[in-house]
């Protein structure tokens, strides 16, 4: 069966420090896709990236970064010189290629990240 | 803009009743879900569906119906409300194909007194 854990509940740091969020998961399939989704205070989840298992490559898109580690089964993102506006809970999710998409994602539990002025 | 829209953002309603929550989308997604979110459990998935009429339950669907009626529009039913069913419900939709991303919507807050 598949999982994702997000071992750290509550990440607080100072504005301006980077942050890396973890996540670590487990699956019996070779295609499989990941997902960060981030929760701001209003509720909606916002897709924020999505890979797949065929592709490491790392991501970078402003002060977010991606690291995709088949080999230890992570997928950590890292906001540089974090904004308070950074302040919300970050999902890491998984989906499989044997549900063709339809039969939803299997979320971790979400890192609450704080950022303090 | 894609929209994916849940009819309340806060209700209450007293142990027993019949409650109904109501997701519309606008982006013709064959793919519709219902999650539910408590603290430190993250997102579960109740029941999704890949088309109309169609519906398949997901990992806590006890004392949970859906419907879907049309394609656009998925709801949720609480068939006699519970205080354990108190939490936050967040359905969202997507295509088809496998690893395509779900959009959300902004979440009902439910609350079962």
């Known amino acids: 069966a598949q999982k994702v854990t997000q071992a750290q509940t509550e990440i607080s740091v100072v504005e301006k420090e980077d942050v890396t969020l973890d996540c670590v998961y487990e699956t019996r399939d070779t295609t499989y896709y990941l997902f960060w989704y981030k929760q701001p205070p209003s509720g909606e989840l916002v897709f924020l990236i999505r890979?797949?298992?065929?592709?490491?490559q790392n991501e970078i898109s402003g002060r977010y970064s991606w690291n995709f580690q088949k080999s230890t089964s992570s997928f950590n993102f890292t906001i540089t010189a974090s904004q308070v506006v950074d302040s919300a809970v970050y999902f890491c999710?998984?989906?499989?290629?044997?549900?063709?998409?339809?039969?939803?994602?299997?979320f971790g539990k979400g890192t609450h990240l704080i950022i303090q002025p | 803009d894609v929209k994916v829209t849940q009819s309340s953002r806060y209700l209450v309603k007293r142990t027993g009743e019949k409650v109904f929550l109501e997701c519309v989308q606008d982006m013709d997604h064959e793919n519709m879900f219902w999650y539910r979110q408590d603290p430190g459990l993250g997102l579960r998935l109740i029941y999704f569906?890949?088309?109309?009429?169609?519906?398949e339950k997901g990992d806590i669907p006890e004392g949970y119906s859906v419907s879907r009626e049309k394609k656009e529009r998925f709801s949720l039913i609480l068939e006699s409300a519970s205080t354990n069913q108190t939490s936050m419900y967040l359905c969202a939709s997507s295509f088809p194909r496998a690893g395509t991303e779900a959009f959300f919507g902004q979440g009902t807050r439910l609350t079962v007194v």
């Open positions: 569906s890949y088309d109309v009429k169609m519906k």
């Open positions: 890979r797949n298992s065929f592709d490491e």
């Open positions: 999710a998984l989906s499989e290629r044997s549900g063709g998409g339809a039969d939803g994602l299997t």
